[in-house]
T-cell receptor, first 114, second 112 residues
Framework: DGGITQSPKYLFRKEGQNVTLSCEQNLNHDAMYWYRQDPGQGLRLIYYSQIVNDFQKGDIAEGYSVSREKKESFPLTVTSAQKNPTAFYLC?????????????FGPGTRLTVT | GENVEQHPSTLSVQEGDSAVIKCTYSDSASNYFPWYKQELGKRPQLIIDIRSNVGEKKDQRIAVTLNKTAKHFSLHITETQPEDSAVYFCAASSYNNNDMRFGAGTRLTVKP
């Protein structure tokens, strides 16, 4: 393990509260990604960032927000607008730069909203 | 956009048998096809990948084949062992990882 970390591992929140999930990498990767994993649905892309201070929406960005102020960090905020926030969230990074490369995943954060 | 379908959703084999997982993709521009293994409660990890200029790639007991004409690719695991039990995801990407799309996953169980 190491290289890309996420915290916390488990997170519990009340409905209506915003919550921020942390993602940090020390691999010197340019690109970072957030995925949501639900049972039987594989990984769905929420947001991605190819470079500092730039990020783009993925397939299911509604109700989420991100920032990329540092190369190493790509936090994800799950807002109260997200209708079904309970899920397993995975952060990933890759070399980037236009050619698909292996993505390295963090250990994930399991978010439960009640 | 790209759409990746993966079959079967669950697969149970006896230890020592082979396992095959198949994926189809829709975007003919896709040129990178990784396979990830995710053990229970852990992060997905790349086990093998193939690019479109290659038809087959092998790494010990694991092999991947790609048929660009039919737009499908498969993962083959030979001499399965209980530690191969996990969820396996295929994916496809064209320009860069921004458009990478994952299959829904296959839960492989290897019975001792």
């Amino acid at each position: 393990d190491g290289g890309i970390t996420q915290s916390p591992k488990y997170l519990f929140r009340k409905e209506g509260q915003n919550v921020t999930l942390s993602c940090e990498q020390n691999l010197n990767h340019d690109a970072m990604y957030w995925y949501r994993q639900d049972p039987g649905q594989g990984l769905r892309l929420i947001y991605y960032s190819q470079i500092v201070n730039d990020f783009q929406k993925g397939d299911i960005a509604e109700g989420y927000s991100v920032s990329r102020e540092k190369k190493e960090s790509f936090p994800l905020t799950v807002t109260s607008a997200q209708k079904n926030p309970t899920a397993f969230y995975l952060c990933a990074s890759s070399i980037g730069q236009g050619w698909p490369y292996e993505q390295y995943f963090g250990p994930g954060t399991r978010l439960t909203v009640t | 956009g790209e759409n990746v379908e993966q079959h079967p959703s669950t697969l149970s084999v006896q230890e020592g048998d082979s396992a095959v997982i198949k994926c189809t993709y829709s975007d003919s521009a896709s040129n990178y096809f990784p396979w990830y293994k995710q053990e229970l409660g852990k992060r997905p990890q790349l086990i093998i990948d193939i690019r479109s200029n290659v038809g087959e790639k092998k790494d010990q007991r694991i092999a991947v084949t790609l048929n660009k004409t039919a737009k499908h690719f498969s993962l083959h695991i030979t001499e399965t062992q209980p530690e191969d039990s996990a969820v396996y995801f295929c994916a496809a990407s064209s320009y860069n990882n921004n458009d990478m799309r994952f299959g829904a996953g296959t839960r492989l169980t290897v019975k001792p």
